[in-house]
């Protein structure tokens, strides 16, 4: 039996939201916020046709027809921004309270409860079907695609077609564009259908093509797996992914927790898992204060400790299920998110301990009254959306050496605070 591979690339909305890294089977790119190129300074070293030429035998041992890949490669032409993306190398590293503040504010927990609401009768098959929550099925929607609303602009075809031919991971994207034919050929989805991010990633849960090929489900009863028009199938196939990577019925993810003063956490790993019992031992509790040791837990259940910004900020024990969300797009930070959401969901407040720094991050709705604030300063940084790019990185640089600050760029707490104060003795001026 072929072993699947539980790594998508490409969450649209993450990288875009975030800066967040992205991992393609394990190679870590990165990828700009920034609206794509329509220009590209990005020079191929083969002809693109006659790459593709020379793909027809191995698509064809995948299993294409003869008949598809001239039909979908004749007119093919490639678009070179998207190695440009595959190669962008992020100015710096967005702190994890950025990335979390982004994605999980109270827009998106408001939203995906509107969902939850919405969508009742087939998230409760699906929950009844593959044992995932609603909640858990929703976060992911709401963090891989703000619930369908962003799902990438992207020719598949087009993009995978030049992966496939220029720059690091051709043999990768390969299978990827293989499996793109295959999908098409099938008659799953039409060709202009099949638009997602620059690595390939589409629909409303961001499948790759191959994870398509193996999760995803017809769960509409209407012969077709359709993750780009019907969210019945794209919830269902988001459940069976979950699934299918571990998913344990009735256990949570994991929860924030307490450590005892003193006690050393270093080498503490997701993956370094240990007997609950261990840890109680340990003296750790949940972040409330009450015991490690509730619901379908028992001493024995395998959990990690992580803490993704160290001692001094939240910690967290983790469980199996919370691997089955790493899956999804293979960061702890990614994960954090979904699991967060799902906790925010179901009632739950934010994390009990604070993020250890003295510029928290922003929501969306604060990111773009911090973009509206540069805009009504003349800087030229596209629309107000909440999308933190490098051109209003800049614009933040320069405002803060303006206003005596420390040049970090970042869209934090203090340089929104700084606006704020700034907007406000204009008005009395
Ligand atoms: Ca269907």
């Known amino acids: 039996m072929r072993r699947l591979t539980f790594v998508l690339a490409a969450c649209t909305l993450a990288m875009n939201q975030a800066n967040a890294d992205l991992v393609i089977n394990g190679v870590k790119s990165s990828t700009s916020p920034v609206t794509p190129a329509t220009t590209t300074n990005y ?17 064809l041992s995948s299993g ?20 440009e993306k595959l190669n962008y190398q992020p100015e710096f590293s967005t702190p994890i309270w950025d990335y979390l503040s982004g994605l999980v504010d109270d827009e998106r927990v408001v939203k995906g409860q509107q969902m939850l609401v919405q969508h009742r009768d ?6 009844a079907t593959y044992g995932v929550p609603a909640e858990t099925v929703v976060a992911v929607w709401g963090v891989e695609s703000n619930f369908g609303d962003i799902s990438g602009k992207y020719p598949l075809l087009q993009a995978l077609g030049t992966l496939s031919c220029e720059g690091r991971r051709q043999s990768y994207f390969q299978g990827e564009f293989f499996a793109t034919l295959r999908i098409l050929q099938r008659g799953d989805l039409r060709e202009e259908q099949l638009v997602g991010s620059w690595a390939g990633a589409f629909g409303h849960t961001q499948f790759m093509p191959s994870t ?11 012969g077709r797996r359709d993750l780009v028009s019907s969210t019945t199938d794209a919830l ?54 009450t015991a490690l040791l509730q619901g379908n837990l ?25 691997d089955a969300i790493y899956g999804y ?32 991050g922003t929501s969306r709705a604060e990111r773009r009254e911090i973009q509206q604030y540069l805009l009504n300063k003349g800087y030229d940084i596209g629309a107000a959306d909440g999308l933190v790019g490098d051109k209003t990185r800049q614009a933040i640089r320069q405002e803060q050496t303006r206003l005596g600050l420390s040049a970090t760029g970042r869209a934090g707490q203090q340089i929104l605070k700084a606006f704020r104060e700034d907007s406000a003795k204009q008005m009395m001026q």
């Not at 009735?250 to 503490?268: D, N, R």
Request: hydrophobic content about 40%; overall charge positive; proline content about 6%.
């Open 43 to 59: 020079t191929p070293v083969s002809s693109f046709q006659s790459c593709i030429a020379n793909l027809r035998g191995k698509a």
């Open 64 to 83: 294409v027809t003869a008949a598809t890949f001239s039909r979908y490669t004749q007119n093919l032409s490639p678009d070179y921004s998207v190695i």
């Open 122 to 127: 087939v998230l409760q098959r699906v929950a």
């Open 212 to 222: 398509y090929e193996a999760l995803a489900v017809d769960f509409d009863g209407d």
């Open 236 to 289: 269902a196939s988001t459940a069976n992914f979950l699934k299918r990577g571990g998913w344990q019925t009735g256990m949570p993810w994991g929860f924030e927790v307490k450590v005892p003063a003193g006690l050393s956490i270093a080498g503490e790993s997701r993956r370094n898992k240990k007997a609950l019992s261990t840890w109680i031992n340990k003296g750790l509790t949940r972040a409330n204060g």
């Open 298 to 322: 028992s001493e024995s259940t395998p959990a990690g400790l992580m803490a993704p910004s160290g001692p001094n900020g939240p910690v967290f024990l983790v469980f199996k299920n919370f």
């Open 329 to 360: 797009n293979a960061a702890e930070s990614y994960a954090l998110a979904i699991a967060h959401l799902s906790d925010r969901l179901q009632g739950a407040g934010p994390f009990l301990t604070a993020w250890p720094t003295d510029d928290a």
